[in-house]
Structures are given as structure tokens and as C-alpha cells.
């Protein structure tokens, strides 16, 4: 039996999105919460890279968590151990989340007391970046193994995202991975993206990425 | 200028996708033209694996190749190299390929003479498993780096493939990935799954896989 609370979201009955997002964006800066949309293929490291980011920041902020997936809640689960309030949220086969499944997820976290909110997308390259959430900024990790070419093969999903962490830098000597290559085909995409490579499972990194977030998280706030 | 051929498939303007799904199963059985679904995430292999699979079986049988992408067509490019009939699909945007979109991209291909037909689906664990595309059969790659928890998350793609690749079986040292627990994951989801280790690089286990492509060929043309 999960300790995780679970919600089955909804989709949204209204056709603007966009529209959506803005309000619930207006909502959050006037509440002080930072909400950030954290995407990625299946696999790339987005719990992992959670769970070093709470642990960094846990005791300068309060942070919730919404873990979204098709199915299961074993990410909440290990979110739910560093200590950070987390909501599993189900998307009943959905591969993304829209404004309003995220306004019901904000809700059913209880979000007025968190001073940054993590969104963990489903993990797909594709739909997620079509729907705008309502956060205040995008990030994605691309995977060392998932190799340097994405960029080309996924333009909309680098066009959209603010960061781009690229993450388990430390089995770079296996793959075919060229680290300037990559960020050349992130700048065709998105010139003013900040590119930051990591690596979850050492630490590597991780400071850069989380002073960006202190710096972003009170720059909202302020 | 890229040498492939690219072709703008568009999504059904027909409600019912298993219908025509049938209809071009069907067709195919009479032509003799064996479809084969490739998925996957993005970067776990696929284009990798399909060169591998290209180089043993092209002796024997005569393939064709049909790259489904967002954008790009980087793939065929790699694929056209083998000496394989190859053309780029672009899906416009679209998460997936449905059953008139591979009619479109198996017409573009010019596939009556040709016996195993690949449509390299787009990379995407979610949305690919909601559309039969005609296909005589569904096989998926799963990657080492993306973890053994992947059957879990993404019950559906697992639930609806014939075969499970488990790719880049090189790299098992440097991840916590349980082979053991993975095949006990995927049997949870569907226990007739034929599960096949392989690494596309160094062409372990690419026997096995050709072994079942050259029998499930025969068979469908017999």
C-alpha cells in the first residue's frame, strides 16, 4: 500500500490552453509559488535529478512535488523519502499534462505554503511540450545516452525549454556522446537556452542548476 | 540536400483507426509484405539495431525502411547507407503513426516488391502504443540507461509488443540495472512478450532477433 496520495487528473473542457496557463501563472505569482516543468524522455534521470535538487534546497525553501505518470508511483515513492510533500498524479493515459491538470495537481498537493513546485512531466519528448502548464519556467534533461542528435530530431521540445540539463556525464567515456556538437544542436533550437551538464548520481553539476533555481525562485518571489 | 526521399504523412480523416488498420494487415498478407513496428524512447537504438538487422538479413529477403520523425532525417540518411529502400516520414508534429499514416508511408516506399517492411516509429513510449498501425508485428527497444522500472511506468507499449529488444547490454556495468527484474516487469505487463538481450553496437545478440524476424517472415508469407 502506497503512502503516496494518488490523483486520477482530468483534462481540460476548455479549448484554451494557453488562456489557462496564463491565469493560473497570474494565480501562482501572486501566491509566491515558483512552478517549474521538468520533462524529459523516459528514463533520462528526472527523479533522480529531483531527488539531489530537495536536497540541496530543502532547508532554504519549502518544495513540493508532483510526480506525473501513466501509471505506477514508484518515482513518488522515492520523492516522498527526501522529505519534500509529493502527489502521485495519474494522467489516465494522457502523455502529457495540460494548465488545468496541473491547477487540479497545485491543488491537490495543497500548494499555498510551497515556495517551489516541481512538476515532473510524463517522460516524453514529444507532447508535453505542446501544452504550456502554467509554470514559470521549462526545463529538460537529455541523457548522455540518448546521444547528441536529439535536438534535430525533437526541435519543439528544446525550442520551449528555458534549461536544458544534460545528465549522467559520468559514463561519457562509453557512448558517443559530443558534448559541443550537442550544444550547437541545442543552439540551432534555442540560442539563449542555459545548457548545464550533470550528472545525478555524483552531484556533478547539480550546484550550478540549483543556484540558477534560488536565483529564478527569488527573483519570482520578490 | 539529403538523398532520401521525404514525404509529409497526415493523420487519418477516418474515425475508426482499427478498422483500417485490418484492412491494410490484410492487404499486406496478400502482397506478402511483412510490417514489422519498431518503438522506442528516444535514443535508446533504433536506428542502430535496424542497421544491425539490415546487414544480416539483407542477403536473404529484400527491406524497406520508413523513418517516422517529428523532423530531421538524420535516421535515413544512416538507414539509406545499408543499401536498404529507405524514405523519411515526417508526421507533422504528431506523437505517433496511425494506420493511414503508414499507408501513405508504405505507398511513398513502393513496397509491393519488397517482403520486410520497418516502420521505425517515432520515439515515444506513450502515444505509438495507442495506434495499431497494420503492423504484422510490434517489437519495442528498451535501453540499459533507462532503467528496469520502464515496464511499470509504460504499461500499455509494453502490453501491446510481440518482442522486447533490452539494447545496449555493453553498458550493464556502469548502470543498476537488474536484467532479472526487468524480465519479471515485463512479464507482469505480458507474460508472452519474447524477451531478446542485445547490443546494437557490438551485435550481441542479434542472431536471436534475426532468427524470429526470418521465421515470422516465412510464416506470414507462406
Sequence with gaps: MSKVRI????????????AQAEALRADLKEKGVFLLNLMSSPGAGKTTTLARTIEALQDEMKIGVMEADIDSDVDAETIAKTGAKTIQLHTGGMCHLDAEMTKQGLEGLGSDDVELAVLENVGNLVCPAEFD???????????????HDKPLKYPLMFSICDVVLINKTDVLPYFDFDMEQCRRNIALRNPDALVIPICAKTGEGIEEWTDYLRREVASWRA
Design 7 to 18: 490523483l486520477e487528473v482530468k483534462q481540460s473542457v476548455f479549448a484554451n490552453n494557453d
Design 133 to 147: 502548464t502554467g509554470a514559470v519556467k521549462n526545463a529538460m534533461i537529455l541523457s548522455v545516452p540518448e546521444g
